[in-house]
């Protein structure tokens, strides 16, 4: 069984969530626009930071455009629906460019020389849950941003 960040926090988050996704692996019915959002505002932040800020507000923005497309034409396709709150996708893409210009301007002169710079590795022990005194002969070892 594969370990890692993500599926030990679907499981702590939802049991039932990580039992549908990992073991029975099923999708959902639908994507949630939030979480595509939110997904599309990353991408668009790492473009900025590995541009060193070459790209500006404008650059991230287009960045972020591009992976919503790419998001949008992909639930087409695939006849998933792409599930909205209360924004309409054009309010989204408005919040969108004033987060992006916010972003670079608060953080153009912060732009880190690697993204090990805002990356913190760690380390932690898996203990036996039967054993608890004794570790296992393995490490959980990652990155967190």
Same mark, same amino acid.
């Given at each position: 069984m594969q370990i890692s960040v993500s599926r030990l926090r679907s499981y @702590?988050?939802?049991? /039932?969530? +990580? +039992?549908?996704?990992? =073991? $029975?692996? *099923?999708e959902p019915e639908f994507q949630s626009v939030n979480l595509e959002f939110g997904s599309a505002m990353h991408h668009a932040i790492s *473009?900025?930071? /590995? @541009? /060193?800020?070459?790209?500006? @507000?404008?650059?991230?923005? $287009? *960045?972020? &455009?591009?992976?919503?497309? $790419? =998001? =949008?034409?992909?639930? %087409? @396709?695939?006849?998933? %629906?792409?599930? +909205?709150?209360?924004?309409? %996708? /054009?309010?989204? &893409?408005?919040?969108a460019y004033h987060l992006c210009v916010a972003y670079v301007s608060q953080y153009q002169s912060l732009v880190p020389a690697s993204p090990d710079d805002v990356e913190v590795k760690f380390e932690v022990p898996l203990y036996d849950p039967i054993q608890l005194w004794g570790s296992l002969e393995h490490t959980l070892i990652g990155r967190i941003d």
């Open positions: @702590s988050l939802c049991p /039932q969530k +990580y +039992y549908f996704h990992y =073991v $029975a692996n *099923e *473009e900025f930071h /590995q @541009s /060193q800020n070459h790209i500006g @507000s404008n650059g991230m923005y $287009a *960045e972020f &455009l591009k992976y919503w497309k $790419a =998001v =949008v034409a992909d639930c %087409e @396709s695939t006849q998933k %629906e792409l599930r +909205y709150g209360k924004d309409t %996708e /054009q309010d989204l &893409l408005n919040k």
